[in-house]
């Protein structure tokens, strides 16, 4: 029978963490949930089902221990502005299509998994992801605007119009609204530190405080459902509620697998899988990092693969692993994946019996809790760091920011992946060339720039920073011919290759080229500090047979001392 | 007043080269440029114009001494295929947009000169050149298959589709332009290889050889052109010909600048400007590195800009400098561009006096021309040395040239070019990381799989051998711990830099995990042989404050030594 790894070996010690664990994340997911279905614009019972069957689906085939599956703020965004450019406002299509969605998400995490293409999300640059997510927590937290507020803003628009449009609207404001969702906003941000304090300081228990103290989105919840209810502020103030939530676990279902749909999806699906096993991966390996348990990339595809597809034929819409409810998940005291089996059953319990009591629960208190959870992902330290460390890494991440903030998600992640990727081949493609010497007597040679080095008037020594590729191929040949013309003295050249890891049929041709050039003015080429893999390619070619092997030296030194006798 | 840099030293004994070269040169640029006008799908009078005053612009600006510029195959090539796409069909609407496109291709090159952008083309790796143009040479050749066998196929299929249309069409071709189109092939074919040794053994002087053996366009031209009027078969058995063109030299015309056109025209123009620029600067770097003359990337630009803006506003189409008519001004002995000035003379001279003798010339026999002028541009060679050297440069040129063929010239490069960079950052995404131990009692290390190498149980150390970039800051995280993992009895850890030039944001970050990860695990992290520009970014960084300088070694063997004795 299949067991997961995590299940054979289950020790009785873990159960009282999981425990724990799971009722908090619990507490945490149920009004999160149901905000993020409001983010993609997605009736709050279908976040709800999405909390239920990935997350066993997750604790069967994923590989962390702790992370927490379930809808997530980026994974929603997405998912909504996806509905919207389909242009499709019919609620019965959004969610019918948000299931279909969610397949494709799962079946594209699979495939990935068996090309073995889980590697390609290293083409994210830290500063990318960093602008990308800092963004869309901007974008995510002024699509609640509306809610906190009672405006009436159309969702899609691009972040700055969106925030025009707060702007210019905010005098129209509901008021009772208002003061729900800015009581909610602090209510939330007093249960974080401010509370803490304060039970610490009156000697709670440690799991006490942590408890009540993630308990701030089911109080704003309790409080602010209970206010409407009590003081009718939804008939006679439109404050703006969830109503009724249909009874029940959610039944299995075949989503919609029409092929004209598909196609049309399948672009937004792969984006939204790459970014959602991207987080997935981020968080976990973090998390891991720091109990000096594995990740295994393969496994986490099939697991975030593996839930998406339950949530779709669940009733459900994509999942990730989110940030937020995993550290609360890890802080609480998560030992194993039961965790979240136990979230999952609170979730199910909920959906049985809990769903009249949020009928009058305010959409301005859950805007409050997304605005919430997302302030945290704004990075500016990030920012900061590549700025002064590497000011081309801060231009891609100022770059994705701007795009994402100014277009949309999908174009910010696609500049910054373009703009890191062509940032780092012009770099490589003029490459760092030093002109070494002596250091006194010793075997070392260094930069004459940086160092007081001997060098030899006949015999000059380069050594190549970077590999030989197309794109600097040019860059070398003008060096080095340009080094011959200025320093007529010179007989032989030394090309350090200790910095070389490839040379490629372009860069093959550039040395034959060089060779060619030098011999013509009386120049011998020598290569020295051949890396083994690189020779073994030379061997062969035309270019070593040209060169003659014996212009081969292992290290700088012996080529230094054999041609400083050759004269 | 300006004079060119070659006008102002100009040598008496460099005249005659030059006049013999320009007189040759023109003798095959008049039938070539007319074949490629139709090429281009234009009056030949437009490919005529493109050959006078952009010769003398270049002339003036360029830094090539001997490149030949005017019409070319594949600019004519993409030029044709950009007005197809463009669904023009009406002959003047044609021409005045030829013209439009070649106004905007020499402002490009020239916006490329002033915001230095001509390295830009270092990212077509040779490969990609190499499917590209033998794929265009074969389109080429294949679209004058009607000409040749008097067919009617349509213009602008993809390669392979006009090939099922030339041979499904075969048994339709009209018998008297298949004999013309043949007997001019082989007409063109007997003036290469076998006229010369012909000449050469009954003791022609070596000019007259040159001559006459360049010469093999006109002749086919005048015989052709001789016979079709003699035995009146353009009417008698349709054999189409090139008809009225109207006397006398260009005007100096305003091409068309509406804005809708050049918006829609812009990004075929990039692409052209930047094909011309390649195809130009590969040519003129490979004669003047023959004659160790320089080649000064920016001139170019320049010249060819002022070529094209000549072309535009003299009723001329897009030019570049030639591979085939180089070669013949380089062999032929020009010394300086006098030689251009020269043929542009002469060939303004046929525009005056000589269009009406062309009247009757067979577009089978230009047909000839240009299947004879590409076929050598067919390059196997290129992908036979790719495949042994480098499988991945070899599968990029096959996806460029099965691009070119299967969908068009702008697909095949663009897909070259993502091509290329990708499989390079796949390659360096895993780079190589060695063990390497002391050879004997030397201060040398090498690999430990490669080399007899001494090793200490306690002390790792590891060279990675490529940057440390986003792409594989991952690789290098999993691969320390791995070792880490496997090799319990580890104290010590030194990392050899030799062959890291850059270290981005995400690289840092990664050694500042990897040094984090490490301590929690009691082992100590080392770096060695560092480079100069490495070590200025990485001081004051986190990462090194928490190494701590002292860990910092210049060589692997000093980091040894001090590590060894600290047991």
Chains 1, 2 share one sequence.
């Not at 809610?147 to 005098?171: C, M, W």
């Not at 909610?184 to 300081?201: N, Q």
């Not at 994402?404 to 890191?420: H, K, N, T």
Request: glycine share 6%.
């Amino acid at each position: 029978m299949f067991l997961p790894e995590w299940l054979k070996h289950y020790q009785k010690e873990q159960l009282n963490g999981d425990l724990i664990a799971g009722i908090i994340v619990a507490v945490v997911l149920v009004p999160q949930s149901m905000a993020y279905g409001l983010l993609a614009g997605l009736p709050p019972e279908v976040a709800l089902y999405s909390s239920v069957l990935p997350l066993l689906l997750y604790a069967a085939f994923g590989s962390s221990r702790t992370l927490a599956v379930g809808p997530v703020g980026l994974m929603s965004l997405m998912t909504g502005a996806t509905l919207i450019e389909m242009d499709i406002s019919n609620v019965n299509d959004m969610v019918s299509t948000a299931h279909t969605l969610a397949l494709l998400i799962g079946i594209i995490l699979l495939l990935m998994r068996v090309a073995r293409l889980g590697s390609i999300i290293n083409f994210l640059s830290h500063p990318v992801i960093s602008g990308f997510v800092s963004a869309s927590a901007i974008i995510i937290a002024l699509s609640q605007m509306k809610h906190i507020f009672g405006l009436d803003i159309p969702r899609g628009l691009p972040a700055y119009e969106t925030f025009y449009q707060v702007a210019s609207q905010i005098p129209q404001s509901n008021l009772t609204t208002t003061v729900i969702g800015i009581s909610s906003l602090v209510l939330l941000w007093a249960f974080k530190a401010p509370l803490v304090k304060l039970l610490t300081s009156i000697s709670f228990s440690e799991s006490a405080i942590q408890f009540i103290s993630k308990s701030g989105p089911l109080a704003a919840v309790v409080i602010s459902t209970f206010g409407v209810y009590y003081l009718a502020l939804d008939t006679q103030h439109q404050v703006s509620i969830i109503g009724n939530i249909p009874p029940g676990l959610p039944g299995i279902i075949l989503p919609n697998l029409e092929l004209s749909l598909i196609r049309e999806l399948l672009p937004y699906a792969i984006l939204i899988a790459l970014i959602g096993y991207l987080e997935s991966v981020s968080i976990a390996k973090s998390m891991a990092s720091q109990k000096r348990q594995k990740i295994d990339s393969n496994k986490e595809l099939v697991g975030l693969g593996a839930a998406n597809i339950a949530s779709a034929i669940s009733g459900g819409y994509p999942v990730a692993g989110g940030f937020g409810r995993s550290m609360v998940n890890f802080t609480a005291g998560a030992n194993s994946p039961l965790a979240s089996v136990i979230t999952a059953c609170l979730v199910a319990l909920t959906l049985l019996v809990l769903t009249p009591l949020f009928f009058f629960l305010p959409k301005a208190a859950l805007g409050a809790i997304i605005v919430l959870a997302v302030l945290p992902l704004i990075d500016a330290h990030t920012l900061k760091h590549a700025w002064t460390y590497d000011r081309t890494d801060a231009f891609s991440l100022l770059v994705t920011f701007f795009t994402v903030l100014i277009i949309d998600v999908e174009s910010g992640i696609i500049a910054g992946v373009i703009m890191s990727i062509a940032l780092y081949l012009y770099r490589s493609s003029q490459p760092h060339i030093a002109i070494v010497g002596q250091v006194g007597d010793t075997e070392h040679y260094r930069n004459i720039d940086r160092h007081e080095v001997n060098v030899d008037q006949k015999v000059l020594a380069m050594r190549v920073d970077e590999n030989l590729y197309f794109a600097n191929t040019n860059f070398l040949e003008d060096t080095v011919m340009r080094l011959v013309a200025d320093n007529k003295a010179i007989n032989h050249i030394v090309l350090i290759c200790s910095s070389i890891s490839v040379i490629d049929t372009s860069g093959l041709e550039s040395l034959d080229d060089i060779l060619y050039r030098l011999n013509k003015v009386d120049v011998k080429l020598h290569l020295a500090e051949i890396k083994g893999p690189v020779m073994d390619k030379l061997r062969g070619t035309d270019f070593l047979n040209n060169l003659g092997e014996e212009n081969v030296f292992m290290s700088t030194h012996q080529a230094m001392q054999a041609l400083k006798s050759d004269h």
